[in-house]
């Protein structure tokens, strides 16, 4: 909630931009692949792994007050089972060439409700890094195909990882509803492909105890092969079409989920309209209008309060404008919108053509907010971020304002390093 001159205005996590402009699945789901149990026709790979039970995490891995609940190897027919993906059947699971795999699950017994706090620990083995990097790509694809959120790890796990996390409504023991979340972390090292999952209540969701035991669980593996197998990227195709000097569509030109502090999940992302990218202001967006507004595209990221000092909030849209003089015409706008709602100035964030950046307190809500502004040629970039109150992080401001210019300079062919 904000509050301007005493007026209470309702703001929600909407793909809607920004702060200023309001002034003026049941049950823990374990993705577990596995084929039959190794047979001499699959040939063996010197220095990778081989035996998936060594390589899951144990009851002494995890927070204490949790007992053991699943404990077994894992075969193509219980893969296809639990994946329920369309199309995945065993001779999917033998062409990636599986091994063996494993899975070990934990719960956490509270007797006020009827579902309780649980944790999987899987691991599969292949017989090649290509046939793990297939299997992944199926694992980013299921969680995909039920509506996750996909979320930052901050760095990479392993040779390549996905994390996700995804809300469900639950029933405890008395009939009440209760908001449980699941996070999980799919990633792989060598031929091995790993998932770690847990559920907890909303509020006490803690993706970075979830990262820690993904990493905890990566050091299985590397103490039996420290090595990692980086498979070549994909090679694309060349794009047909010449840069331009001006950007065409704002949908590439904002933050993603690799760009932002680990543990925070993509709340909402879509197109937007002139009205939508000024959060409903009808003024504001006719101004849009009158300046040449083309497209604008924007995505939101949260993560729970109980992170302290960092931020809980980051808002990255990006309005592409009919040219260069009409951003900067925008620009200037909204400089001076800053201005007259009293936002204090934190000067020029050194990104793009020219930019800008103001602080907004809400104490009552206990928060800071830090506003940037970028142009660069016709695209109108905007970050919001939110902060506990006074406690704001100059350097991530910095970092994801370049971070955002590096997408605008890319699609227009003129990828630099910053000055």
Not at 60 to 87: K, N, R, Y
Not at 313 to 341: N, P
Request: hydrophobic residues 50%.
């Amino acid at each position: 909630m904000v509050h301007d001159a005493g007026v209470p205005i309702e703001y929600r996590h909407l793909v809607g931009m920004p702060r200023f402009f309001q002034k003026a699945s049941v049950g823990l789901v374990v993705l577990a692949a596995a084929c039959a149990p190794a047979a001499a026709s699959i040939p063996a790979v010197p220095a990778h792994l081989r035996v998936a039970q060594e390589l899951v995490l144990g009851l002494d891995d995890v927070t204490g007050g949790a007992t053991v609940t699943v404990d077994t190897a894992l075969t193509a027919a219980d893969a296809v089972e639990i994946l329920s993906i369309p199309g995945v059947t065993t001779d999917v699971f033998a062409r990636n060439g599986f091994a063996n795999g494993y899975v070990r699950a934990f719960a956490w017994k509270d007797p006020s409700l009827a579902v309780t706090r649980a944790m999987a620990s899987t691991t599969y083995l292949f017989a090649d890094p290509a046939g793990a990097h297939q299997t992944l790509l199926l694992f980013i694809d299921a969680a995909a195909a039920v509506g996750t959120d996909r979320m930052s790890l901050g760095a990479t796990v392993g040779d390549e990882s996905s994390a996700f996390q995804i809300d469900a409504a639950l029933t405890d023991s008395f009939g009440a509803s209760i908001s449980m979340t699941t996070t999980g972390i799919a990633f792989r090292h060598a031929n091995a492909l790993s998932l770690v999952s847990y559920r907890a209540l909303s509020g006490e969701d803690d993706p970075m105890y979830v990262i820690a035991l993904a990493r905890k669980q990566l050091a299985l593996q590397t103490a039996v092969a420290p090595a990692g197998v980086l498979l070549p990227a994909a090679v694309l195709p060349a794009r047909l079409e010449s840069f331009t000097h001006a950007h065409g569509l704002a949908t590439g030109l904002v933050l993603t989920v690799t760009d932002v502090p680990a543990g925070m999940r993509v709340r909402n992302e879509g197109p937007m309209s002139a009205i939508e990218f000024a959060a409903g202001n009808a003024d504001m967006g006719a101004m849009f209008v009158d300046h040449g507004f083309l497209s604008a595209y924007g995505r939101v990221f949260t993560r729970n309060s109980q992170f302290g000092k960092e931020a809980r909030m980051i808002r990255s849209g990006t309005a592409v404008l009919m040219d260069s003089a009409a951003a900067h015409t925008a620009f200037v706008d909204f400089v001076d919108l800053a201005s007259a709602i009293g936002g204090h100035s934190l000067g020029s964030v050194g990104a793009g053509d020219e930019s800008f950046a103001f602080q907004l307190d809400n104490y009552e809500a206990d928060a800071s907010y830090v506003e940037v502004l970028l142009r660069h040629r016709n695209a109108l970039s905007l970050i919001e971020i939110e902060f506990p109150a006074r406690m704001i992080s100059r350097p991530l401001t910095l970092e994801l304002a370049k971070k955002q210019v590096t997408y605008q300079l890319a699609d227009v062919g003129t990828l630099k390093p910053f000055q």
